[in-house]
């Protein structure tokens, strides 16, 4: 598998198999932020640190039991993106994950690392052997980065959801296919190196 080239200040792309306290903090703070900015991602403002970590804890108790991955984006300040891979799914869906709560701190945003860190989500799907990925986003922005990484474009549903100062949004549905890359394919930009 051809890697990218990283430059010095790039983020580092993690997959965690434990969540540490300061992990926990961090993924909260960039929770926080993105309900503060506006993120229709299941909760409202103002949202309480201590709800955001009992969110995490939730996750990791997923992660420790295989039912999730979770992976993180790290710069030089500590973790400024997340993404996860529901791999639990009902047994007649094996073949399927759904990608949730992918996240990016608005300080660290316009830098590639929302397109990263689907990059990796997608080869940890591949590791698990699921060929399908689905995921729905509030965000048009989130929409241009899906549909620029190769996700396919289903639907909107309106009035799906709140956004967190109030007020339905719809939510927008995406699938992707993953189909095995064989050498000297080239099916866009190469995943990035998870650690």
């Known amino acids: 598998m051809n890697m990218p080239t990283l430059t010095a200040d790039a983020p580092r792309i993690r997959l965690l198999s434990t969540v540490t306290g300061t992990q926990l903090q961090g993924l909260a703070a960039v929770l926080a932020d993105c309900v503060e900015g506006g993120a229709s991602v299941s909760f409202m403002q103002p949202l309480a640190e201590e ?58 945003r316009r830098k590639g690392i929302g397109a990263l860190l689907m990059q990796a989500a997608e080869q940890v799907a591949r590791e698990h052997g699921k060929t399908l990925l689905v995921l729905d986003t509030s965000s048009a922005e989130a ?12 639907g909107a549903i309106p009035g799906f959801a709140l956004l967190p100062q109030g007020g339905l949004c719809a939510t927008t549905f995406f699938y992707r296919e993953l189909i095995e890359q064989g050498p000297g394919s080239d099916h866009g930009a190469a995943a990035p190196q998870v650690r």
Do not use: C
């Open 51 to 108: 709800r955001a970590q009992a969110f995490w804890r939730h996750v990791a108790d997923g992660v420790a039991r295989g039912e999730r991955a979770l992976l993180v984006a790290e710069d030089a300040e500590g973790i400024v993106g997340t993404v996860q891979l529901v791999l639990a799914q009902p047994e007649n869906q094996p073949h399927r994950a759904e990608v949730s709560k992918m996240l990016v701190h608005r300080r660290a």
């Open 143 to 154: 929409e241009r980065l899906y549909a620029r990484v190769g996700w396919t474009r289903v």
